[in-house]
């Protein structure tokens, strides 16, 4: 019986292998990549069919957003702190953090939160200074960082979530992740209003503070910020950041150099995309400098 198994096997293996069917993830992979190439699939479908394909290999961690990097606001702070938290970050989710426990309580939609106060405003009773977050908290979903984002996604489809905070295997809370970023695995980056547009690598967010895009030249941020970066090694941002960590950095970490701070804002296994930059000093960009001279 085990003889004529194994027979068996050999001969579904051979099978296959003489019908030119893949036998396994990297003949699949080159299969559609050769298909790209004749032009049977677009460069779209086929990142679209690898990221189907990565997903199933990447886990939680992989991808969350850092406790360090996460907007919460706390479930006894009065409304006069909370509106300015929500219209500052532009989110529509806020984990919910109670401060004498340190733990996340729940999460509140900004959706909620306007909706109360527009109420609240037009009744004209005053009703505002007695909001009481805890009335418009939703339930918070926690997952492990170890998760399979094919199993996560299913359950955001399945239970309607949209957000999941992340603990670590002591139940301590180490980030958040959302749907859109295990679908933005999968069809690449989804930008909305506050991305820095297509064409657009740097725009000022503060005062003092930058979005800039992985792939801008260090030639053209030194002539925006006035910096002297060498551009010798590597010619973008993303490369001087990775050759400082010797890696490439997962999302929300940071390094200082020349006194600018640059932090991963986004960034996936291949690429870093978005970086926050806080300059020590103000900076005129050289278009409001041009304008400014004689």
């Known amino acids: 019986m085990k003889e004529t198994n194994a027979t068996g096997r050999w001969i579904r293996r051979l099978t296959q292998t003489l019908s030119g069917e893949p036998q396994d993830r990297e003949d699949l992979l080159r299969e559609l990549r050769e298909a790209a190439e004749r032009g049977v699939i677009d460069a779209?479908?086929?990142?679209?069919?690898?990221?189907?394909?990565?997903?199933?290999?990447?886990?939680?961690?992989?991808?969350?957003?850092?406790?360090?990097?996460?907007?919460?606001?706390?479930?006894?702070?009065?409304?006069?702190?909370?509106?300015?938290?929500?219209?500052e970050s532009g989110h529509s989710r806020f984990p919910v953090k109670d401060e004498d426990r340190d733990d996340i309580v729940g999460i509140l939609l900004a959706k909620d939160l306007l909706r109360y106060f527009a109420q609240a405003k037009g009744d004209g009773r005053g009703q505002v200074e007695r909001f009481d977050i805890r009335e418009y908290m939703r339930p918070a979903v926690f997952v492990p960082e170890s998760k399979r984002l094919n199993v996560l996604l299913?359950?955001?489809?399945?239970?309607?979530?949209?957000?999941?905070?992340?603990?670590?295997?002591?139940?301590?809370?180490?980030?958040?992740?959302?749907?859109e970023d295990v679908i933005e695995q999968i069809?690449?980056?989804?930008?909305?209003?506050?991305?820095?547009?297509?064409?657009?690598?740097?725009?000022?967010?503060?005062?003092?503070?930058?979005?800039?895009?992985?792939?801008t030249r260090i030639e053209?941020?030194?002539?925006?910020?006035?910096?002297?970066?060498?551009?010798?090694?590597?010619?973008?941002?993303?490369?001087?950041?990775?050759?400082?960590?010797g890696r490439l950095p997962r999302r929300g970490e940071s390094?200082?150099?020349?006194?600018?701070?640059?932090?991963?804002?986004?960034?996936?296994?291949?690429?870093?995309?978005?970086?926050?930059?806080?300059?020590?000093?103000d900076i005129v960009p050289p278009e409001e400098r041009a304008s400014s001279e004689p």
């Open 154 to 179: 299913k359950e955001f489809r399945r239970n309607r979530n949209h957000m999941a905070i992340v603990v670590d295997e002591y139940g301590g809370v180490s980030g958040l992740v959302t749907i």
């Open 44 to 87: 779209d479908a086929l990142a679209m069919l690898e990221g189907v394909l990565e997903v199933a290999d990447l886990q939680v961690r992989d991808i969350m957003i850092p406790r360090a990097q996460m907007v919460f606001l706390r479930r006894d702070d009065p409304p006069s702190k909370i509106l300015p938290v929500v219209v």
């Open 187 to 215: 069809v690449g980056e989804i930008d909305d209003e506050y991305d820095v547009e297509e064409d657009l690598t740097i725009r000022r967010e503060g005062e003092r503070q930058f979005a800039v895009r992985g792939f």
């Open 255 to 281: 390094v200082t150099l020349d006194g600018f701070e640059f932090r991963v804002v986004r960034a996936d296994r291949r690429r870093i995309d978005m970086v926050r930059v806080i300059s020590p000093r």
């Open 220 to 245: 053209e941020f030194n002539e925006y910020f006035g910096t002297n970066f060498p551009d010798e090694e590597f010619d973008t941002i993303a490369g001087l950041i990775m050759k400082e960590l």
